[in-house]
């Protein structure tokens, strides 16, 4: 089923992805915190994490959220239906359909944002 077939890089983008989410979950937490220092400490702190490398980790970090999560309902078809892992090949193609469906309205709305903050500030 795996040797570096569709199986195990469900496997592997299931758990990088999962990290991917508990590293955004830190830095997130730890803005909000900054708020414990004052508005100035805060504001700064928010003003960096909007530079355009920030902006692009984020839309990452969503296309991290969209598959875990789409995986994660594949992972329960397999478990708990007599089909699913029948089907677990066809059933990742359809997560990396959806993924990509569902990122493509919000990249057309950042994506110009970001390469607009990109040229402000120089690169």
Not at 14 to 36: D, F, K, V
Not at 82 to 97: S, T
Request: proline share 3%.
């Amino acid at each position: 089923m795996y040797r570096g077939r569709e199986g195990q890089w469900a496997f592997f983008l299931h758990r990088l992805s999962g990290i991917a989410l508990m590293l955004w979950l830190l830095l997130h937490t730890l803005n909000i915190s900054s708020a414990m220092w004052g508005p100035e400490v805060s504001n700064r702190l928010m003003a960096f994490f909007h530079i355009p490398i920030f902006q692009v980790g984020l839309l990452l970090v969503t296309a991290a959220a969209l598959y875990h999560a789409f995986n994660g309902l594949r992972i329960i078809l397999m478990d708990f239906t007599g089909w699913g892992v029948k089907y677990q090949k066809e059933l990742w193609y359809g997560v990396l359909f959806l993924c990509i469906a569902a990122a493509i309205p919000g990249l057309i709305i950042t994506v110009p944002r970001i390469i607009a903050a990109a040229t402000k500030h120089g690169g």
